[in-house]
């Protein structure tokens, strides 16, 4: 009876080495925290605005981890936080008048429209993520202050911790979508 416990023990313990080598090798527990959620509006709006489709999807997991009723306490909306102001000039500059802003579709086209903005101001994945987050007029102030920036085009340092923060973020998660879905 103790051998069989034993053997019983032993296979377990194979069992559940052999579970976890497989489960690291496979990538499931990147995959399950790096979903491809709605990349049907993803693809179709970054192809659309020239704009990455990992920098969405990275933006998309570090603003709302894809709930499309997120809110935040600045009242910026839905799966891409989108803030109110930014909300009336895509209405202005789309011709939309009245919009569903917690809309997936609605609302990561406005999201990758204003990315497109973003990245013909800046032409920089760190700046474009950083005012994606502290605001385009920040960077611009960070960009001509010799504290935050040495030659007026990248910055050396953000001051705003949240803001440093997210851009460390958004990094990493699209570093993470690139080495799972890239080969796709």
């Not at 209405?91 to 973003?118: H, Q, R, V």
């Not at 340092?157 to 923060?165: A, C, S, V, Y």
Request: charged residues 25%; glycine residues 4%; positive net charge.
């Amino acid at each position: 009876m103790i051998r069989h416990k034993k053997k019983h023990s032993i296979l377990s313990v194979v069992i559940f080495v052999a579970l976890i080598v497989l489960v690291s090798r496979s990538n499931i527990l990147d995959k399950l925290s790096h979903p491809l959620h709605y990349e049907k509006y993803v693809y179709k709006y970054s192809a659309e605005y020239e704009i990455d489709p990992y920098l969405v999807f990275a933006i998309i997991r570090t603003e709302s981890k894809f709930f499309p009723y997120a809110k935040s306490r600045k009242d910026a909306k839905g799966l891409m936080q989108i803030a109110p102001i930014t909300e009336n000039w895509a209405k202005e500059e789309l011709n939309k008048t009245n919009i569903d802003i917690y809309d997936p579709k609605t609302n990561i086209k406005i999201g990758c429209w204003y990315l497109s903005k973003l990245m013909r101001q800046f032409d920089d994945i760190d700046l474009v993520i950083a005012a994606y987050n502290g605001g385009s007029g920040n960077v611009d102030k960070w960009l001509s202050d010799n504290r935050y920036s040495y030659n007026g085009i990248n910055l050396t340092n953000i001051p705003f911790k949240e803001t440093r923060q997210y851009v460390t973020k958004v990094k990493q998660a699209m570093k993470t979508y690139e080495k799972l879905y890239k080969k796709r």
